[in-house]
């Protein structure tokens, strides 16, 4: 008989493993039932910052091809990896606050990431986003939330970052169900008024503002009602 997603249950890092590395691997047809958390039926399921992926491939899991959760979630060790065949291509990052061990991380990747409900960067973190970056969610309900501080700061002039629907395919088919994006798709990016230093440089959001975040009328891209936002070229 044919294989078919969920055959078996992938590949987990627990938070206490260190030194792994998954060079020119492929992980197919994982993501049987859930490790740690519910929804983290991946080909990769990851906790520990500790874990470089280089030169691989994740096909056909039954969710996410890579779940990153805990110190992973702020691991920037995932590098020209390629998904296709999952239910979604791409890294799910789950809603709750970032790790605030390390206090400093970096989201960096040729896969999207994914959020998977209101991912918050806390107070006394910050989170870099870097040139070429795609962060999606699929959820009027699921968006990035700042206490910390947010950098995404790419080149003038070069390749952007991109905050988006989970189903805009402009920059790769995370989905793979061919709707097309629209307005509300997802509820933007939030920075919260103890927030400090935030950055927005070359930076595309789409398909925000569905729900609101503080105020009934804050239904925007990006919510901010701190002064300390510098947002240009975006």
């Known amino acids: 008989s044919p294989p078919a997603p969920g055959d078996w249950k992938g590949i987990a890092f627990q938070s206490s493993s260190s030194g792994n590395i998954l060079n020119n691997v492929e992980v197919r ?3 049987g039932s859930d490790w740690y958390f519910v929804g983290d039926h991946a080909g990769v399921t ?3 910052s500790s874990l470089t992926v280089r030169q691989s491939n994740m096909t056909f899991a039954s969710g996410p091809a890579i779940f990153l959760s805990g110190p992973a979630s ?3 060790s995932i590098l020209t990896t390629t998904a296709s065949g999952n239910s979604i291509n791409g890294m799910l990052v789950p809603g709750g606050d970032l790790t605030t061990s390390p206090a400093n991380g970096t989201w960096s990747s040729s896969l999207p990431y ?3 409900g209101v991912v918050t960067v806390p107070s006394g973190v910050t989170l870099s986003v870097q040139t070429a970056t795609v962060v999606k969610a699929g959820s009027p309900s699921y968006g990035l939330e700042v206490k ?3 950098t995404a700061n790419a080149p003038t002039g070069g390749r952007t970052i991109a905050f988006t629907s989970l189903r805009d395919d402009r920059l790769n088919d995370t989905n793979g169900n061919g709707t097309p994006p629209a307005p509300g798709d997802w509820k933007g990016i939030a920075f919260d ?3 400090t230093g935030n950055i927005l440089n070359n930076v595309d959001v789409r398909y925000a503002r569905d729900s609101a975040w503080y105020v009934g009328g804050d239904r925007a891209g990006i919510s901010s009602p701190t002064p300390p936002l510098t947002l240009t070229n975006s």
């Open 148 to 150: 910390g501080r947010l």
């Open 114 to 116: 994914v959020l998977g």
């Open 46 to 48: 990851s906790t520990t």
């Open 29 to 31: 047809y994982g993501g």
């Open 193 to 195: 008024a103890s927030s």
């Open 74 to 76: 702020l691991a920037d």
